[in-house]
């Protein structure tokens, strides 16, 4: 009897991370740089933070050109957060969690989840990033897509004399 009880509990919590799965094989985000400046996007569930990061710089046109780190923490010291995931744990110089090896669906496992997207440590970008929906893959859909552009995005390397 107690087989059996192992094989139905199995079956079922098989069954439902494959029907959660089906209803959200993409993630919907809004990043934003102010509140009136973000883009929204959709992007695959299963891609890997890195692949976030670099998709957040270019709906932003930027160059993705530097190191950078997704944090709990919203406000203050983000480098103190109890969840971060840095490239620099992928290089080995960080105790905080890979940004390769960690899927979206991982460290956004719900619509609601935020987190603070900090790009390039020099100039210091900050990002809000925020789920706001899960889809279902469409079959034949490009992504990741740009679904909302409010705002114009600041340059990232202004010219110095045209301050």
């Known amino acids: 009897m107690a087989g059996l009880r192992f094989v139905i509990l199995w079956v079922f919590s098989v069954r439902g991370e494959d029907s959660r799965m089906a209803e959200a094989q ?3 985000f809004r990043v934003s740089l102010s509140p009136k400046v ?3 996007f959709e992007i695959l569930s299963t891609k890997n933070l890195y692949d976030l990061a670099g998709d957040i710089v270019r709906v932003f046109g930027f160059d993705f050109d530097h190191a950078f780190g997704f944090y709990s923490k919203l406000t203050g010291d983000v480098f103190g957060s109890p969840v971060k995931y840095e490239l620099f744990a992928d290089m080995g110089e960080s105790e905080a969690r ?3 090896r960690t899927r979206i669906v991982e460290a956004f496992p719900a619509v609601g989840a935020k987190m603070t997207f ?3 440590y020099g100039d ?3 990002f809000r ?3 706001i929906g899960q889809n279902r893959k469409e079959p034949g859909g490009k992504y990741p897509r740009l679904l909302k552009t409010i705002g114009e995005a600041p340059e990232q390397y202004p010219d110095p004399d045209d301050e």
Request: aromatic share 16%.
């Open 38 to 40: 973000y883009r929204d």
């Open 118 to 120: 900090l790009f390039d």
């Open 124 to 126: 210091n970008w900050h």
């Open 129 to 131: 990033i925020e789920a």
């Open 26 to 28: 993409t993630h919907v």
């Open 98 to 100: 890979s940004v390769k």
